[in-house]
């Protein structure tokens, strides 16, 4: 099997594609952007195009340089490839309605605003052409029901997709957590700094508990290093909101972490609910950021029951050994086990299932509405406390 580590510790691997991307305007080209900006036609980003223009400029979709042409999104969406056949597994589009698509011309500049009307970014437009939402659902999301949220997207964005290069006007700092704004290029810094060799990146837009706890420290046993990642972008709104998830990371290194073996940085992107297919793009933009490893665990970026439960660990499996660059880490459902006292899987635990504490999100959501803190066995105690304060506060 290829490895891909490479063998000096002051080296991280090569990001997809080999090159890590940068589209961040130097301060010439932002200021050419700037004194155009009045006379360029405007398309207005929501938020998960923004994240995406973020992530497309700092490096973390490396090897896109852009929003995606036809050819390249069709192979992505029918074989989960770039046109040049790397493995790409969701497509990456800006999608408007053909009434903003008709007066811009391919070749010229579009300014690139966010939702309140700030200046952004420039897209070099090179293509505008229609696609299939239908079937776009279909081969990403494996369904075409619009109460899925990642098919409502499609469904709810235009028909047009503009596809060409980017530039983000400037890299400002996170407006919540800048001091966990590492980029590509600083994260992997970090790595060489401190001698990582291997590094394995954690994905969650769920706050952390002991499964969670579990599974990381079991993957910190044998590698140099964790890269702890929240996604802080677009996600539904009965999700746990990103500042309150921070906190809990934040309680989780301070008391139950080694720190000089975590870094805790944020993921800028949106979460697309696509499981399996989610799986192989996070683990993607991981590589990017320098993991050489990356956790997948029960039901990964699944939502209701849309996929099954080791899903997006079986699609690893369709790409050749090496091919990817990054190596998957799988781990079955953790629980606590009665019988054992500890945190254990299936593959561990002799345990029988009314032996086994575990709980859904649904359920924790439900005990802290009603003011119950989930057991210690769950959850760990300050973190509870931190989920049952900020469900007070919006409740």
């Not at 420039?122 to 079937?135: A, G, I, M, R, S």
Request: aromatic share 8%.
């Amino acid at each position: 099997m290829q490895s891909p580590v490479l063998s000096h510790p002051s080296q991280t691997i090569p990001a997809h594609g080999g090159q890590l991307v940068n589209r961040i305007a130097t301060p010439e080209q932002r200021q050419e952007f700037l004194e155009k900006a009045e006379f360029l036609p405007r398309v207005t980003l929501d938020k998960r195009a923004v994240s995406d223009l973020e992530m497309i400029a700092i490096g973390g979709f490396s090897p896109l340089t852009g929003f995606m042409t036809k050819e390249d999104y069709q192979s992505v969406v029918d074989r989960m490839r770039l046109a040049n056949n790397l493995p790409w597994s969701v497509p990456i589009t800006l999608s408007v309605t053909s009434e903003v698509a008709a007066p811009l011309q391919e070749g010229g500049l579009v300014r690139l605003d966010d939702t309140s009307g700030q200046f952004i970014g420039v897209l070099e437009l090179t293509e505008k052409y229609p696609y299939d939402k239908t079937h776009e659902a279909v081969q990403v999301y494996r369904t075409d029901e619009d109460k899925h949220p990642g098919v409502k997207v499609v469904y709810d964005q235009g028909e047009i997709n503009l596809a060409g290069s980017v530039w983000l006007l400037e890299r400002l700092p996170h407006p919540q957590f800048p001091p966990y704004q590492i980029d590509p290029e600083k994260s992997r810094a970090m790595f060489s700094e401190r001698g990582w060799k291997t590094v394995v990146g954690f994905q969650t837009r769920n706050p952390i508990h002991r499964a969670h706890e579990y599974i990381i420290k079991c993957a910190l046993e044998t590698v140099d290093g964790l890269l702890l990642h929240p996604l802080v972008g677009a996600t539904k709104s009965d999700d746990i909101p990103a500042d309150v998830r921070m906190r809990c990371y934040e309680i989780m290194l301070e008391n139950y972490f080694p720190n000089n073996r975590v870094i805790l940085a944020i993921n800028p992107a949106a979460m697309r609910y696509a499981g399996p297919r989610e799986a192989i793009f996070h683990a993607l933009v991981r590589k990017n950021y320098g993991c050489t490893h990356f956790i997948v665990g029960r039901d990964h970026a699944g939502v209701g029951d849309y996929y099954g439960t080791y899903d997006a660990q079986h699609i690893f499996g369709e790409f050749e050994p090496g091919e990817l660059g990054i190596m998957p880490m799988k781990f079955e459902h953790a629980f606590y086990c009665t019988r054992t006292q500890g945190m254990a899987t299936a593959k561990t635990s002799p345990s029988t299932p009314e032996q086994r504490i575990h709980l859904s999100g649904t359920k924790v959501r439900k005990m802290l509405r009603q003011g119950e803190l989930p057991p210690p066995e769950f959850s760990r105690p300050e973190v509870a406390a931190e989920l049952a304060k900020a469900m007070h506060e919006t409740s």
